[in-house]
């Protein structure tokens, strides 16, 4: 059974970082597509990050040079590295593995 469990939200002042992270269990990271997702108060859910097998990067353009995907096969751990941030960013972050798994997301506030 797969499960995804996210942490590292919080609240941050405009320009501020954060680093979120996404515990995966019952799969083998390295053999699997990552994704971030978010979702902003009364928005739809909207891609933000992906990491492929290979390692190459994909990101929504709302996020490019401010945000950064990673993961750590051994730790079986997706992260995702938020720099930059503005009050647009304030969003529940959701990982997302294979066959459609969601985490339970985490919240990120961002204060102007």
């Known amino acids: 059974q797969v499960q995804l469990v996210e942490s590292g939200g919080g609240l941050v002042q405009s320009g501020g970082s954060l680093r979120l992270s996404c515990v995966a269990s019952g799969i083998a990271l390295a053999n699997n597509v990552m994704d971030w997702y978010r979702q902003a108060p009364g928005k739809q859910r909207e891609f933000v990050a992906r990491?492929?097998?290979?390692?190459?990067?994909a990101y929504a353009n709302s996020v490019k040079g401010r945000f950064t995907i990673s993961r750590d096969n051994a730790k079986s751990t997706v992260y995702l590295q938020m720099n930059s941030l503005n009050p647009e960013d304030t969003a529940v972050y959701y990982c997302q593995g294979p066959a459609n798994v969601w985490g339970q997301g985490t919240q990120v506030t961002v204060s102007s």
């Open positions: 990491i492929y097998t290979s390692g190459v990067t």
